[in-house]
T-cell receptor
Framework: DQQVKQNSPSLSVQEGRISILNCDYTNSMFDYFLWYKKYPAEGPTFLISISSIKDKNEDGRFTVFLNKSAKHLSLHIVPSQPGDSAVYFC????????????FGTGTRLQVTL | NAGVTQTPKFRVLKTGQSMTLLCAQD?????MYWYRQDPGMGLRLIHYSVGEGTTAKGEVPDGYNVSRLKKQNFLLGLESAAPSQTSVYFCASSYSPGGTQYFGPGTRLTVL
């Protein structure tokens, strides 16, 4: 049972345009959500997060939106740059003792010139 | 400050062989995790530890064992490797259970 889903395995966007990566979850108890970015042959690195008490969190070019009623979150990258080309993983957690991240399957973003 | 390191980076095993993957972190984190990444599957948690001397099962623990004898190290063992364990293995650590996890560079394991 995949509790965190990223239904788009890949996305191609032109440089300078907006990239929108989507993520859906099924467990309404999740209260914290994260996005990780992964380059080939490297480990994932933390990008941005959002608590369930918020609906938006912004960090530079990256904004995460959370729609709790729809159990949906999205990552917006504006403007997209070639260096943003990577695999993006959405993750969710129920915070508390020994909480564990549940990851989505990832979306490969390709930013073209 | 090296963060999270993993040894080795690559390994090829024959079915039935054993090996140990080493993860080390220098951030004094209490929590450590072992994941495997397979195509189309995302990252799946194998085992984790909430402190020195403790370990617990994750989502896909079968065929693996772990030990956390020192706070900075988390070992993942395969006693009898199987082709289904061909994967990329990532170690991560965090300061708190809901905190940001910092990942190592990964170990690519192939079992023939």
């Amino acid at each position: 049972d995949q509790q965190v889903k990223q239904n788009s395995p890949s996305l191609s966007v032109q440089e300078g345009r907006i990239s929108i990566l989507n993520c859906d979850y099924t467990n309404s108890m999740f209260d914290y959500f994260l996005w990780y970015k992964k380059y080939p042959a490297e480990g994932p690195t933390f990008l941005i997060s959002i608590s369930s008490i918020k609906d938006k969190n912004e960090d530079g070019r990256f904004t995460v939106f959370l729609n709790k009623s729809a159990k949906h979150l999205s990552l917006h990258i504006v403007p997209s740059q070639p260096g943003d080309s990577a695999v993006y993983f959405c993750a969710a957690i129920l915070t508390g003792t020994a909480s564990k991240l549940t990851f989505g399957t990832g979306t490969r973003l390709q930013v073209t010139l | 400050n090296a963060g999270v390191t993993q040894t080795p980076k690559f390994r090829v095993l024959k079915t039935g062989q054993s090996m140990t993957l080493l993860c080390a972190q220098d951030m004094n984190h209490e929590y450590m995790y072992w994941y495997r990444q397979d195509p189309g599957m995302g990252l799946r948690l194998i085992h984790y530890s909430v402190g020195e001397g403790t370990t617990a099962k994750g989502e896909v623990p079968d065929g693996y064992n772990v030990s956390r004898l020192k706070k900075q190290n988390f070992l993942l063992g395969l006693e009898s490797a199987a082709p289904s364990q061909t994967s990329v293995y990532f170690c991560a650590s965090s300061y708190s259970p809901g905190g940001t996890q910092y990942f190592g560079p990964g170990t690519r394991l192939t079992v023939l």
